[in-house]
T-cell receptor, first 111, second 116 residues
Framework: GNSVTQMEGPVTLSEEAFLTINCTYTATGYPSLFWYVQYPGEGLQLLLKATKADDKGSNKGFEATYRKETTSFHLEKGSVQVSDSAVYFCALRDNFNKFYFGSGTKLNVKP | EAGVAQSPRYKIIEKRQSVAFWCNPISGHATLYWYQQILGQGPKLLIQFQNNGVVDDSQLPKDRFSAERLKGVDSTLKIQPAKLEDSAVYLC??????????????FGSGTRLTVV
């Protein structure tokens, strides 16, 4: 079946540090891959996506590359800010338009 | 542009009581989804509607959960009777139909349910 595994949190970084949140997936067919962000008390917001192998999604300084050979979609940012503190969810969407989410990784950025 | 509207934002009920949540999707979105997000976990799909028909309810605990979308627009999700393990955030999402690969997929802010 389809599933997403992401690194457990919380991840605590100092401002301007480099961020990596690992995400791997298992899927049949050709899924699309997503990163969503959830700020406290708010809904899920799409951060970036990639729809096919080797695509790179990017937004607000975050980026992730769809790696079919390693079934991964790791999230990276070169220099995090306090305002990036949130919970990040990796997800895949299968050919039937169903989403499968990872368990989320909480990021705390300290000034 | 108006987003996916959900109400109430918060609800606290005692176990064995009933509760209902409401969702108004983005105008023009034919597909509507209800997700359950338990604390510390990612959202899990409960039910998917295409217009007023159910596409997938395989993960919906049908002995206590029900959902409807009678006119193909608004939707309600009901729990009767509630259990402690139903405490979660219930998210509604909507999108254009599958033929457009779920274009415009948008989540609401959710309803946080606490069962005591």
């Amino acid at each position: 079946g389809n599933s997403v595994t992401q690194m457990e949190g919380p991840v605590t970084l100092s401002e301007e540090a480099f961020l990596t949140i690992n995400c791997t997936y298992t899927a049949t067919g050709y899924p699309s891959l997503f990163w969503y962000v959830q700020y406290p008390g708010e809904g899920l917001q799409l951060l970036l996506k990639a729809t096919k192998a080797d695509d790179k999604g990017s937004n607000k300084g975050f980026e992730a590359t769809y790696r079919k050979e390693t079934t991964s979609f790791h999230l990276e940012k070169g220099s995090v800010q306090v305002s990036d503190s949130a919970v990040y969810f990796c997800a895949l969407r299968d050919n039937f338009n169903k989403f499968y989410f990872g368990s989320g990784t909480k990021l705390n950025v300290k000034p | 542009e108006a987003g996916v509207a959900q109400s109430p934002r918060y609800k606290i009920i005692e176990k064995r009581q009933s509760v209902a949540f409401w969702c108004n999707p983005i105008s023009g979105h034919a597909t509507l989804y209800w997700y359950q997000q338990i604390l510390g976990q990612g959202p899990k799909l409960l039910i998917q509607f295409q217009n007023n028909g159910v596409v997938d309810d395989s993960q919906l605990p049908k002995d206590r959960f029900s959902a409807e979308r009678l006119k193909g627009v608004d939707s309600t999700l009901k729990i009767q009777p509630a259990k402690l393990e139903d405490s979660a955030v219930y998210l509604c999402a909507s999108s254009f139909p599958d033929g457009l690969k779920g274009y415009g997929y948008t989540f609401g802010s959710g309803t946080r349910l606490t069962v005591v």
